[in-house]
């Protein structure tokens, strides 16, 4: 299994798709209400450690490595929003789950947002936290990412800049978010690393080439949309003088039935920085309160 060495806090599954594909995923929780929680770029199962633990009491909690992430198959592919979405949708059909809440973060949110535009009768709702896709780059813009975030140097990347990589996604780094940084440097030593490589090249253009700004308007599903309001990464500072409020709010107002959130002192990683404040905010969300029960106590 690639990247084995990687410690999970929840027990994991596998199943496999139809081109063989092994995808590893976590299910906790019994309920009828179904959250699936998708990852950002270079992320996997465990950044939603401190999320899922305190909503498993209310729903399932259904949390997978993309294709190329985590403990999944790291057989190179497009990195396509679309062939992102394909999966979910294969996913969901072989687990046998008709309908689900998406919460994706980041690369997972652009997802999420892909898959309710392509299955609408899979989708109930959406939790989008620092959605990618917000942003439109032009042309130029895509080669300048294409020659810039090259697998070659994403893979050749020293500790040093690892880290400030790593940082940068935080207001405030939390020690509890460590663990992810330490994940990086271990998985250098993996055989399957530079597969892996050219799989987050890969989703790199595969997320600014298929930006979801267009489809927000006509998306049918209730959303709750979540902003650090010093995420370092959205929008991108080389490229857009626009600011990270200003894009969630351009974001927010396309789809109609949405409700933002800007989390104070938080940047892009709001599942490991803030994941109190998006536990509450999915509990308001869906009108879960401290005097209702949990759908099951075991």
């Known amino acids: 299994m690639?990247?084995?060495n990687l410690k999970?806090?929840?027990?994991?599954?596998?199943?496999?798709?139809?081109?063989?594909?092994?995808?590893?995923y976590a299910d906790e929780g019994e309920s009828d209400k179904v959250l699936l929680f998708i990852h950002d770029l270079g992320g996997y199962i465990p950044v939603w450690k401190f999320v899922i633990p305190p909503l498993k009491n209310y729903f399932r909690c259904i949390a997978i490595d993309l294709p190329g992430f985590?403990?999944?198959?790291?057989t190179v592919h497009s990195g396509r929003m679309t062939f992102f979405s394909d999966v979910i949708f294969e996913f969901l059909e072989q687990i046998g789950i008709k309908t689900v809440t998406a919460v994706g973060h980041g690369m997972g949110a652009q997802i999420a947002i892909n898959f309710?535009?392509?299955?609408?009768?899979?989708?109930?709702?959406?939790?989008?936290?620092?959605?990618?896709?917000f942003e439109i780059f032009t042309e130029d813009e895509v080669e300048w990412f294409m020659k810039t975030f090259?697998?070659?140097?994403?893979?050749?990347?020293?500790?040093?800049?690892?880290?400030?990589?790593?940082?940068?996604?935080?207001?405030?780094?939390?020690?509890?978010?460590?663990?992810?940084?330490?994940?990086?440097?271990?998985?250098?030593?993996?055989?399957?690393?530079?597969?892996?490589?050219?799989?987050?090249?890969?989703?790199?253009?595969?997320?600014?080439?298929?930006?979801?700004?267009?489809?927000?308007?006509h998306l049918e599903t209730p959303a709750l949309i979540l902003f650090g309001e010093n995420d370092a990464i959205i929008p991108n500072q080389f490229i857009h003088r626009e600011t990270t409020l200003q894009i969630a709010q351009k974001g927010a107002q396309k789809?109609?039935?949405?409700?933002?959130?800007?989390?104070?002192?938080?940047?892009?990683?709001i599942p490991l920085e803030k994941p109190t404040v998006l536990v509450d905010e999915?509990?308001?969300?869906?009108g879960v309160n401290s005097q209702l029960q949990p759908a099951n106590n075991h």
């Open 116 to 133: 309710a535009s392509y299955y609408p009768d899979n989708i109930e709702s959406l939790v989008l936290a620092a959605p990618a896709g």
């Open 150 to 217: 090259t697998a070659e140097s994403f893979a050749q990347a020293d500790d040093k800049q690892i880290f400030i990589n790593f940082r940068n996604n935080f207001f405030k780094l939390p020690p509890e978010a460590e663990f992810m940084f330490k994940d990086r440097l271990l998985i250098r030593r993996d055989f399957e690393f530079f597969n892996y490589s050219r799989i987050i090249a890969n989703s790199i253009v595969g997320m600014i080439r298929q930006p979801v700004f267009k489809k927000l308007s």
């Open 282 to 286: 999915i509990k308001k969300f869906f």
């Open 70 to 74: 985590g403990k999944s198959d790291k």
């Open 8 to 24: 999970y806090p929840f027990a994991t599954k596998e199943i496999l798709l139809k081109e063989k594909s092994r995808i590893v």
């Open 255 to 269: 789809i109609r039935n949405s409700k933002l959130v800007m989390i104070k002192e938080c940047g892009h990683y």
């Open 2 to 4: 690639e990247f084995q």
